[in-house]
Every structure is written in C-alpha cells, then in structure tokens.
C-alpha cells in the first residue's frame, strides 16, 4: 500500500506556491489575491502548530514562540487588536528565550525509531532520531531555523539504496551513518554547503548504500559517523 504523508517539506512547498502565485497575479495584473497577504501570520502559526505535533511536543519553546508572535500579527493584521496593545507583552520574549536556556540543560537523548520511513522537522528548535529498524527506506528531513540531526548507525538497509530528502534553510542537518555505507548527495547549496565528513573506511564498495537529496540555503549539511 502507498504510503500518504503530509511532509513538511510538502506543506512548505504548498505556502511557497501559494505566496508566489499570490505576487505573480499583483505584478501582471491579471488577478489579485493581495487579501490574501492578510493571512500570512496564520501561514507561521501553521508551521509551528505543525513542529509541535512532529516533535512529538518534545521541542516547545521554539514553535510556541513563533506561535505566539505570528498569532498576535494575526490579530493586528485582522483589526482584532491595536499593535500597541500587543508590543506591551514583548517582555514574554525574553523570558521563553530563557526557558529555552533553562530546557536546554535537559535536552532528552534521542528516541529510537524503528519505523523504516522517518519524518523530521525542525522549525526555531532542534529534532533527533535514532533509527533501529533493520529494514529502513527513506527519511524527510526540514530545519528551518533550526537543527535536525538523524542517526543511522544501528539501522540496516533491506534494498539498497536507502533515500533521505532534505530541505535546510538558515539552519543545520546532520545525519550520522555507518562509516563503511557508500553514500552519494545530490544536494544543491544556495549560500550553504554539503559535505561528507566522515574519515575514509578501509571497507568499500561501489554500490551505493544510501542516497541524500535536497535543497541547503543559508545552512548546513552534514555526514558525520
């Protein structure tokens, strides 16, 4: 059965499309979605609502905090509330940045997964995996502001090669495997690189193990063992 997956990389397409169409009928003229524009916040408040069930609630203080901040532009934006009502509670800001130090001091180790599809997404926080499964397929990494590390150490390949689809932008995606896999990205960096930082392995082959796509603007991506 085909697997059916709300991505984070799909949803982020889809608002990428929706701003893009929204500014190609504004500067041909030949339709205008420019209202549209007064619903951008509820756009972030989306993708925040969205880390937070990805992560299983485990990364809070990031997503609540564009939560919370694309919320109230929502409501200044709609007339529901005056801007100076709103900039009186910047202090809030301050004090979930410091909740985020505070948590940071008891960040969880990362949880095993021994599904063979993994789903990741980062958004102002970071993400962490271990995979366990014997049989892993593929993997939908996105850090957007942010970091996502995935670890395939202990994971197996049933048919090689397995695939991971990565977005980064302003941001940072490690993925951690065996030193012997032969790996090959096709990633495309925009102001950003790709590397495999692993030393070479004694072991080698020339078939592939596992394949890294995707897209790095302004960020990092990294193999690391």
């Known amino acids: 059965m085909a ?8 949803l982020l397409g889809g608002i990428v499309v929706l701003i ?13 979605l420019g209202a549209l524009f007064v619903y951008v916040p509820s756009l972030f408040v989306l993708l925040g609502l969205y880390a937070l069930v990805t992560g299983g609630l485990r990364n809070l203080v990031g997503p609540l905090l564009v939560i919370l901040v694309a919320g109230a532009w929502q409501l200044v934006a709609l007339g529901v509330l005056a801007a100076r009502d709103v900039l009186q509670f910047w202090p809030l800001l301050i004090v979930l940045f410091g909740l985020s130090l505070l948590l940071g001091q008891y960040r969880a180790r990362a949880r095993a997964d021994q599904s063979d599809h993994v789903l990741l997404f980062a958004f102002f926080g970071g993400s962490e995996r271990r995979v366990t499964a014997d049989a892993f397929r593929s993997a939908d990494l996105t850090a957007l502001f942010g ?18 689809s990565t977005t980064t932008i302003f941001g940072g995606t490690e993925i951690r495997v065996p030193r012997e896999w032969n790996v090959r990205i096709d990633v495309l960096p925009l102001f950003g690189a790709a590397e495999d930082s692993r030393p070479r392995s004694e072991e080698s082959h020339e078939d592939v193990d596992l394949v890294v796509t995707g897209f790095v603007a302004f960020g990092g991506l990294e193999l690391l063992d």
């Open 3 to 10: 697997r059916s997956r709300l991505t984070a990389q799909t």
């Open 20 to 32: 893009g169409l929204a500014l190609l009928g504004r500067s041909t003229g030949l339709f205008d």
């Open 147 to 164: 970091g996502v590390e995935l670890d395939l150490r202990d994971a197996g390949i049933a048919d090689a090669p397995a695939h991971v």
